[in-house]
T-cell receptor, first 111, second 116 residues
């Protein structure tokens, strides 16, 4: 298996633009997590899905953030409109209940 | 609520020294999992170990060893004969599995710098 695949690896966008981050979990994993990593707050859980259903989105900072998982092999995290304070590394992770496997992350810079 | 504390923000050692990274956790569940992850300068999060709450056996993997003590709610990580390639940020994490959800909570990380 290729592991958890995230795209893009780097994204630079202007304030106010829409940003979409993508994640392909490991096949067979029924949990998917989106995390955000910043120096100030460390690794924060934004939202997680179980069997494609959002279970807890209490970590999503604002209504500007939304996440979907239309099928077992794909999830998106969208920020609209983006702001400079959204600059961070966004990680996707998946698990079937054993170890968690993380993607390589998307480094987002909003200027 | 689950909580993970890594009190050491940064540790600096010279190559070949042994170093222990501390992790203290809080949970009310009797079933939980503990993890260590490594984040090298390249940025990815690399899984190192998972331990469940019913298995207090210490584990050794090469130069790495882990000491799990439920009595002190600690899951410490020791690197023996450290090397420059060990320089990274190390995260301890806790996942409560009793309710069927596996939401990992991460500590703030310990930055390990190994000097040649």
């Amino acid at each position: 298996d290729a592991g958890v695949i995230q795209s893009p690896r780097h994204e630079v966008t202007e304030m106010g633009q829409e940003v979409t981050l993508r994640c392909k979990p490991i096949s067979g994993h029924d949990y998917l997590f989106w995390y955000r990593q910043t120096m100030m707050r460390g690794l924060e859980l934004l939202i997680y899905f179980n069997n494609n259903v959002p279970i807890d989105d209490s970590g999503m900072p604002e209504d500007r953030f939304s996440a979907k998982m239309p099928n077992a092999s794909f999830s998106t995290l969208k920020i609209q409109p983006s702001e400079p304070r959204d600059s961070a590394v966004y990680f996707c992770a998946s698990t079937s209940g054993a170890g968690y496997t993380f993607g390589s992350g998307t480094r987002l810079t909003v200027v | 609520a689950q909580k993970v504390t890594q009190a050491q923000t940064e540790i600096s050692v010279v190559e070949k020294e042994d170093v222990t990274l501390d992790c203290v956790y809080e949970t009310r569940d009797t079933t939980y999992y503990l993890f260590w992850y490594k984040q090298p300068p390249s940025g990815e999060l690399v899984f190192l170990i998972r331990r469940n709450s019913f298995d207090e056996q210490n584990e050794i993997s090469g130069r790495y060893s882990w000491n799990f003590q439920k009595s002190t709610s600690s899951f410490n990580f020791t690197i023996t004969a450290s090397q420059v390639v060990d320089s990274a940020v190390y995260f301890c994490a806790l996942s409560e599995g009793g309710g069927g959800s596996y939401i990992p909570t991460f500590g703030r990380g310990t930055s390990l710098i190994v000097h040649p």
